[in-house]
Structure formats: structure tokens, C-alpha cells
């Protein structure tokens, strides 16, 4: 069965400290990997995807990066971190089914920037 | 921008009873799919229906994709159904973009 793991369960830092946040998913050969943000009352937003190892898109802008060094790793990071960074981050892959591309998440990490 | 609806915001059911939340997406799209948010944040996929109708449980799920908009019935009201209710769509943007509307908080009470 599949597994997705996220690491860590929740952070507490500074702002202008750098982020590395991370996610494996077993079980899964080749998977699409996504990166989730929710703010703290606010909608989940995609900022990145990642169809193949070493290939990553961005699709919102908040001054974080992405990368995939594994076919079930996916790594966000940030070298300094804004306050506006905190939320919760959730990780995500999905295989083409026969109806598209269902999406399943992992548990999440709760960032707070102070 | 591709948007998503949830209605109502809220809702307070007595155990037992029975519930039905709305979507509605502001194009057209080919994949819903709900979501429960436990309160701790984690997302628990709960019926992936792009259209038609699907079941699971005690939840039943109605797309009509000609009318922009998705339904889910809870039957039978428990109170661990307690949390938010999230909907979410695929538009016609690239990476398999879910865009999610802001969720419906359900509250069972015994």
C-alpha cells in the first residue's frame, strides 16, 4: 500500500531563517507530486508540481522553491523565511486513473514564523 | 481566475440527520473531488466524482458537469462527521491544479 510521509509535523522559526520542508511517498512508481499551502483560514493553494524527477513548476509565488533530487521525494525550501510563510503545508501525488488524476494528501506541516 | 463556491459556510445537524453540501465552479471542469479536513488539518479524500453520481459509505456525490456544480450527501449524521467539508476541482490550467473553495464547517451535535 502506499504510504506519504511529510517531515517535520510542525516548525517554529524566525523570519529571515531558512526552511526545508519535506515529503516521500512509497509505494508508488513515478508519481505527479504537488505542494500545497493553506494560511490559517484560508484556501489550500497549489505552488508546485512536479511530473518527473529533477522537474518541478512553479505555480504561485511566495518566494519559495522546489525540488525533486528522488522519484518519491519532494523538497520546499526557502533560504529566509516572511512571516506571510506560515500555514500549513501539504504535500500530495497522484497516477493517472481512468477518470484523471486523483489527488491524495499527506499529513501536513505546521509552519509558524515569528 | 477559476473560482469555487461551497455552500452554506455552516452547518449544525443533529446526530442522525441527514446533510447536502454544494460546489459550484465558475468554469467548466472534468474532475471533483471532496475532501474531509480533520481538525488538525489533515486532508482525507473522500470521493473522487468528475461526473455523475458516486457513493461511499454514507456519502453519495452528484456532479453535473453541464451545470458547473457538485453536491454531497451525508446520510445519517454521526458526530465524528464533525470538521470541514472541502470541494475541489481541476481547471484547464497545467500540474493537475486542484483550486478549492474555502470549505463548509459541520458540527454534529448529539
Known amino acids: 500500500a502506499q504510504t506519504i510521509h511529510q517531515w517535520p509535523v510542525a516548525e517554529i522559526k524566525a523570519v529571515g531563517s531558512p526552511l526545508s520542508l519535506g515529503c516521500t511517498i512509497k509505494g508508488k512508481s513515478s508519481p505527479n507530486l504537488y505542494w500545497y499551502w493553506q494560511a490559517t483560514g484560508g484556501t489550500l493553494q497549489q505552488l508546485f508540481y512536479?511530473?518527473?524527477?529533477?522537474?518541478v513548476e512553479s505555480v504561485v509565488q511566495l518566494n519559495l522553491s522546489a525540488s525533486r533530487p528522488k522519484d518519491d521525494q519532494f523538497i520546499l525550501s526557502t533560504e529566509k523565511l516572511l512571516l506571510s510563510h506560515s500555514g500549513f503545508y501539504l504535500c500530495?501525488?497522484?497516477?493517472?486513473?481512468?477518470?484523471?488524476?486523483?489527488?491524495?494528501f499527506g499529513p501536513g506541516t505546521r509552519l509558524t514564523v515569528l | 481566475e477559476q473560482q469555487v463556491q461551497q455552500s452554506p459556510a455552516s452547518l449544525v445537524l443533529q446526530e442522525a440527520e441527514n446533510a447536502e453540501l454544494q460546489c459550484s465552479f465558475s468554469i467548466f471542469t472534468n474532475q471533483v473531488q471532496w475532501f474531509y479536513q480533520r481538525p488538525g488539518g489533515r486532508l482525507v479524500s473522500l470521493l473522487y466524482?468528475?461526473?455523475g453520481t458516486k457513493q461511499s459509505g454514507r456519502l453519495t456525490s452528484t456532479t453535473v458537469i453541464k451545470e458547473r456544480r457538485s453536491s454531497l450527501h451525508i446520510s445519517s449524521s454521526q458526530i465524528t462527521d464533525s470538521g470541514t467539508y472541502l470541494c475541489?476541482?481541476?481547471?484547464?490550467?497545467?500540474?493537475?491544479?486542484?483550486?478549492f473553495g474555502i470549505g463548509t464547517r459541520v458540527l454534529v451535535r448529539p
Open positions: 500530495a501525488w497522484s497516477l493517472e486513473g481512468d477518470w484523471g488524476y486523483e489527488q491524495y
Open positions: 512536479s511530473i518527473t524527477v529533477g522537474q
Open positions: 466524482n468528475p461526473s
Open positions: 475541489a476541482m481541476e481547471g484547464n490550467s497545467a500540474g493537475n491544479k486542484l483550486t
